[in-house]
């Protein structure tokens, strides 16, 4: 009783005093916001003493999982050497220079130098400055266009939320802003009609030549894309995308950047989705998993042409956060960082964890709502829909989605929807027994949900 006393005066302050991100900030202060108190390892707990298993990472970060005390340690150590300084005026810090050597080292090989932010949006912002800078430099001014994709996602600020495609945000402040286009995502389930999943993958690709050629190719200065779109609802592109992708930003010469907020550190069973699928971007803006999540931080890897083009011939770079690369947030993603390597994570996840949870997610597959389900590594995706033979959506789009989110919440389950698809990340030190527990309670969700909307 105690408890739901204090979790109404939480709820009360939370909606007279608290406005949310992403939030129907209405709803919330009528039906009061859900109030995480505690986190061990993949689980989470409510100020009701709920348990939940968490399949979401927090929002697709927690890598490591909840509770480790070596990220803790590294915090409260940097915290009493050196809690803060800019790395501004031809300075740096520590942890800054071993975090950056630390990401040069999993990177791919021709990538070695790293700009720091304090979170994805960020890295997003500096690469459409430092793209339009690179071709400045390089004596192509004219090259100002930056091309991304319908739903995919790059963050919330004003370029970030421009360079994504997200129909919801770029209505609201009158988004994108000029200089960016988009074109079609690689969404074979929700797009391909009867195309064969190769055959669309290549047309999907080439919508971005048709865009290159309208535009002009002088005019272009970079493509930007997620390996797998995340939040639009992780989206494994056919297995022909990338490679026609990579064929035409070369022969166009535009700058390839690839999006690993989330594709990072793991998640795909390589150390970065641009590994996964060999991409050799000329950009990689990171965040997320580079902390899992602890602190927040960000960065920008440069491929080694694109870092010298702008240290030797650019002068000052005038663009910068006063948390750039922040000691404490660099601290702990060095030993995050170290923890993955040392504890054999990544490869965990490509021959071990990873294999299973696809495995697991397969059994799921019959369920009379399931139209598909796919995943690649530590990702997961299931399709609901009202007709599996012809992938027919229900007409009100969200709803089953948001039912079946909220019924596996009801489970202890946290899973995440986009539009009718439920979204798994779970941390990437998922043990065979959570493994379980996140199939049994999907399962469960899967039946409520079946028999609420029948
Ligand atoms: N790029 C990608 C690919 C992302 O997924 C960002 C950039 C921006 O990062 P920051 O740290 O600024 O949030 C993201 C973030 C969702 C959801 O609902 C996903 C993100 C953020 C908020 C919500 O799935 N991804």
Not at 16 to 23: E, I, L, R, V, Y
Not at 267 to 295: H, N, V
Not at 362 to 390: F, Y
Not at 445 to 451: I, M, P, V, W, Y
Request: glycine share 12%; hydrophobic share 40%.
């Amino acid at each position: 009783m105690a408890a739901l006393q204090q979790t109404q005066a939480w709820q009360a302050a939370n909606a007279q005093h608290h406005f949310h991100p992403f939030s129907d900030n209405g709803a919330i202060r009528a039906e009061g916001a859900r109030v995480i108190t505690r986190a061990e390892g993949c689980h989470l707990w409510d100020s009701n003493g709920k348990q939940y298993l968490d399949a979401f990472a927090g929002l697709w970060c927690v890598n490591l999982g909840y509770g480790r005390q070596e990220l803790i340690d590294a915090a409260t150590r940097q915290m009493q050497e050196l809690p803060y300084y800019n790395l501004f005026f031809k300075t740096t810090t520590t942890p800054v220079i071993e975090l950056a050597r630390e990401i040069a080292e999993i990177a791919p090989a021709h990538m070695n130098q790293v700009f720091f932010t304090g979170s994805g949006s960020e890295a997003n912002d500096t690469v459409f400055r430092m793209v339009r800078r690179y071709w400045d430099v390089k004596g192509e001014p004219e090259r100002k266009v930056i091309i991304g994709r319908r739903n995919g996602y790059h963050g919330s600020t004003v370029a970030g939320a421009s360079l994504g495609g997200m129909s919801g945000m770029h209505k609201q402040g009158d988004l994108p802003i000029p200089g960016v286009e988009h074109v079609d995502q690689p969404y074979w389930f929700g797009e391909g009609g009867d195309q064969s999943p190769e055959a669309f993958g290549v047309q999907a690709a080439r919508s971005l030549e048709t865009k290159i050629k309208e535009l002009g190719a002088h005019r272009v200065a970079a493509f930007i894309a997620e390996p797998i779109q995340g939040a639009g609802g992780i989206i494994i592109p056919p297995a022909s995308y990338w490679p026609e992708i990579k064929r035409i930003v070369k022969q166009y010469g535009i700058l390839l950047v690839v999006d690993e907020v989330i594709c990072g550190f793991g998640r795909t069973g390589e150390w970065f989705g641009s590994d996964y699928y060999d991409l050799q971007p000329d950009l990689m803006p990171i965040a997320k998993g580079l902390s899992s999540g602890y602190l927040p931080i960000g960065g920008v890897v440069m491929a080694d042409h694109f870092a010298n083009t702008l240290a030797s011939e650019g002068g000052d770079f005038n663009h910068g956060f006063t948390y750039s690369g922040h000691p404490v947030c660099a601290a702990v993603a060095l030993e995050n960082i170290r923890i993955l390597r040392r504890e054999g994570i990544v490869t965990r996840v490509k021959e071990d964890i990873g294999p299973k949870f696809q495995q697991a997610l397969q059994t799921l597959a019959d369920h009379p709502l399931v139209g598909e389900v796919r995943g690649v590594g530590m990702l997961g995706a299931i399709e609901l829909v009202s007709n599996k033979d012809t992938r027919e959506r229900f007409p009100d789009e969200g709803s089953t989605g948001t039912q079946c989110r909220d019924l596996a919440l009801q489970e202890g389950l946290v899973l995440r929807a986009t539009g009718d698809t439920m979204l798994m990340s779970p941390p990437l030190i998922l043990s065979e027994q959570h493994l379980d527990e996140l199939i049994t309670k999907t399962m469960s969700a899967l039946d409520k949900t079946l028999h609420t909307i029948k």
